[in-house]
C-alpha cells in the first residue's frame, strides 16, 4: 500500500521559509498516472490545494500562493518537498502531502499530516 509521510520543523518563525518533505513508500514519483501534492487546512477553515508536482517534474501552483510556493522533488529519494516563503501567521495550518489521481480532481493516499506553527 502507497504510503506517506511529512517531516519537518512544526514552528517557523515569521518571514523565514517553511520546509517540509514528503517521503513516499509503497509507490514511484515518476510514475505517469499519478502527481504529487500538498494540501493545507488552517485553523477552523477547510482544505486548501497549494500545488503539486507531475512524474516528469512540471509543477503547478495555486495561483494565490505561487509567488511564494517551490515544490521540488528527489527521485533517488522517492520524496517532493515543499518550500513556502515569507510566511506569516496567516500560514498557520496543518500541511499534509498526498497523491493525486490525474484522471480527476482527487486524492487516494494522504500522509497524516503535520501542524506547522508561524510564531509572532
Known amino acids: 500500500q502507497v504510503q506517506l509521510q511529512e517531516s519537518g520543523p512544526g514552528l517557523v518563525k515569521p518571514s523565514q521559509t517553511l520546509s517540509l518533505t514528503c517521503t513516499v513508500s509503497?509507490?514511484?514519483?515518476?510514475?505517469?498516472?499519478?502527481?504529487w501534492s500538498w494540501i493545507r487546512q488552517p485553523p477552523g477553515k477547510g482544505l486548501e490545494w497549494m500545488g503539486v508536482?507531475?512524474?516528469?517534474?512540471?509543477?503547478y501552483y495555486d495561483p494565490s500562493l505561487k509567488s511564494r510556493t517551490s515544490i521540488s522533488r528527489d527521485t533517488s529519494k522517492n520524496q517532493f518537498s515543499l518550500q513556502l516563503s515569507s510566511v506569516t501567521p496567516e500560514d498557520t495550518a496543518v500541511y499534509y502531502c498526498?497523491?493525486?489521481?490525474?484522471?480527476?480532481?482527487?486524492?487516494?493516499?494522504w500522509g497524516q499530516g503535520t501542524q506547522v506553527t508561524v510564531s509572532s
Open positions: 498526498a497523491r493525486e489521481f490525474r484522471a480527476g480532481p482527487t486524492h487516494d493516499y
Open positions: 509503497g509507490g514511484s514519483i515518476t510514475t505517469s498516472y499519478y502527481a
Open positions: 508536482i507531475v512524474s516528469d517534474g512540471r509543477t
